[in-house]
């Protein structure tokens, strides 16, 4: 049988320097736990337009669609803001989660006790903090029909349009429904139902499928803004969040500033099922390119190696060894061993992008 | 010639007693300032629907398109959870935006300094905050067509549409451009037009806008997802954001509960010029209608009395009656008086609504 294949994607910005980090752990995993991957790399974002004149090609395309995993770095840089939006950067990702149907966006929301004190908020209410996002990834007002810039009565309108069918909505329900059974079986679906049809339909199917599959959930229904406010309010109020691909977008990264350490946060993007029984997968940090300091050995990379811990507990079914490389992260942490992004206002020396991850090897 | 006329729409939940507040102060301002306002009172919401079957009547529509102001309260509580879409609290709410064309809507995060304590976070991060957003009121996808729930393939779609005409953007970028004039000259423009058209048109509008006529403002542009994360990281970096009508329903209230206080926060939707050139404008504050407390003497009259106090300033021309009126608050505040909404850990005995008016009457 051959080796479960991943596609590294490092993209733009620090994306290169965090993900070569996650290269030697994959690679130890192989040397030290006999897990072996059939890794793959190849280019998205400005660094595919640079080489190829699009942010990602067909041909990188199709590789995506046949590995097990892709792990994805961060796209974009201010030299590519002047490009058409059909090229610019982002263009490469959405392609991505929209052709690969990576409907489900896991984005957990954890707050690590050794930075507690990182938050902009105060410490208790942020401690042992657990939230997990499920973000509808392929649909919404980020891929409907029609969209674009039109000429009407003599000027220009812009349009975009917010769409969701019942089954779109249904299977990213049953996401979050199956993660919240593995935790504290409560989920939050949040929309606009007061002043969106869409939202109206999201709640309905929602509570439908929480009805008929999932009795043993308890499910309540917010707002979008009352779930921004009581984010901030009381982010500890909540399991798991379930919203749209716009909601998700800002609601995820407000909770993921309530930690405190954005170099920290991993994400998952899953699919349905392939014949081998995996999710389509696809799994980056949520911080992006930084290019203010990018090739300065300064990027965490702990976010883009706890992507790769959530992929070795969605794609490759090896929830103890993603225990594991967690437990090795938060032991670094413990020590007191910092990158600049971690530093707090009684200073120290930072480490680099590579001694971070060498201390994290040295505590798997 | 006649007195400036008010139409004070009360609403449901705790929009009653709170307004009964606010009569109060419109009266000391006819009787000890020389201030004296025709007032009419009439339904909204709720309370509309009960007596008329509709959240908003053609006669009350009418009243308020003539009027210098509306003073609105709150709408909406569980008991109305269950009517159809179109005759939800929220529509009387949306009609009366819609219908007097009220495109601005103002909303200041601030922070006072007798209350930073209450804030989620960190002290020194809300200290002295003072946003104001600028929030498009009457487009955007709360009003795009098409919209609905259809039937397509066999399943249900929900559908609403985002929606923005170049005029559209521009007026309510004009709006932005002259608060700032009277701050701190900086505004930042909020979109997402790395995934949506519609935020491209807005970000070239408001860049022409500005170019052309606002040449001494300082422009930015940042995505809805960062600002987000912006609000919770260092919300002092902000002076005045123009943002969309959906982002500025999340972001404004993410902003307002920064500040620890919903209970103080007013707003302003302002429209165009009427023929005695006052604007279109309807005043109300942030809270909701509160129904868990209502009828209990608990509420906190403050964020409606401020919200008089813009309609002075900006309907009534009367600036330093506004800031009269804003002082009498902040003493009232500085001698520790307080609604329980503004108790802290450290106890004490809350006073009731009524008492609260009284002692801003005192104060004034
Ligand atoms: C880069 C951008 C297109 C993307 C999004 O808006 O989805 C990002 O903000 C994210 O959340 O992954
Ligand atoms: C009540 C609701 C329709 C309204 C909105 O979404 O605009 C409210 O949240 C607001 O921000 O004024």
Known sequence: MSNPSILILAGDGIGPEVMDEVKKIITWYGDKRGLAFDVTEDLVGGAAYDAHGVPLTDETMAKAQEVDAV????????KYDVLDFSVKPERGLLRLRKEMDLFANLRPAQCFDALADFSSLKKDLVA???????RELTSGVYFGQPRGIFEENGERVGLNTQRYTESEIAR???????????????????????????GILWREVVTAIRDAEYPEIELSHMYADNCAMQLVRRPK????????????DILSDCAAML????????????GAPMANGRPKAMYEPVHGSAPDIAGQGKANPIACILSFAM???????????????????????????????????????????????AKILAAL
Chains 1, 2 share one sequence.
């Open 172 to 198: 990213v329900a049953r996401s979050a429904f199956e993660l919240a059974k593995r935790r504290d079986n409560r989920v939050t679906s949040v929309e606009k139902a007061n002043v969106m049809e869409s």
């Open 128 to 134: 042992g903090l657990d939230i997990m996002i499920v």
């Open 71 to 78: 792990m994805l770095g961060a796209v974009g840089g201010p």
């Open 311 to 357: 992929a070795l507990r969605y794609s490759f079914d090896q929830g103890d060894e993603a225990t594991r490389l967690e437990k090795a992260v938060e032991k670094v942490l413990a020590d007191g061993v910092r990158t600049a992004d971690l530093m707090g206002p009684e200073g120290g020396t930072p480490v680099s992008t590579t001694e971070m991850g």
């Open 237 to 248: 109020q909540f399991d798991v969040i379930l919203t749209d691909n716009l909601f998700g």
């Open 259 to 270: 930690t405190g350490s954005l170099g920290m946060l991993p994400s998952a993007s899953l």
